[in-house]
C-alpha cells in the first residue's frame, strides 16, 4: 500500500522474463477465482478452506514472483492455525489483506 492506503499494482519480479510470461499470465488469471474463494470463505466462516487457500498461495505465489503474496498467505495460515477454536476473527483482517493483494496483482500486473 502507498502512504494514502491505496492498494498499489503488484507486479512479479519475474515479469520481464520471457520464459516465465505464459506461467505468470495463468497465475494472474486464476486470481480472481482465488479471490472470490477467499471472500467466500470468510462469509461462511470456514476455516478449513481459508487454510487450503492460503497454502496453496504460500507455496505457489513466490514461484511466480509475487513473494508478497506468498508471505500475506503464510500469514494468514499461521493465524489459523494459531487460533484456539477455529474462528476466523483474528484471521479476517489477514485474509483481507491477502485478497487485497491478490486484486493488485490481478488488477495490473500483466507481464510483458
Known sequence: ???????????????????????????????????????????GADAGRLRTIAHQLKGAAPGYGFGPI??????????????????????TDSAMRLAALCRSAASGAKPA
Open 70 to 91: 506468498g508471505d500475506a498467505a503464510a500469514s494468514l495460515e499461521a493465524c489459523i492455525d494459531a487460533s484456539a477454536d477455529g474462528s476466523l476473527t483474528r484471521a
Open 1 to 43: 500500500m502507498d502512504r494514502t492506503g491505496h492498494t498499489q499494482s503488484l507486479r512479479s519480479t519475474l515479469a520481464d522474463d520471457p520464459d516465465y510470461a505464459a506461467l505468470i499470465e495463468t497465475f494472474i488469471a486464476e486470481l480472481p477465482g482465488r479471490i472470490a474463494a477467499i471472500e467466500a470463505a470468510v462469509r
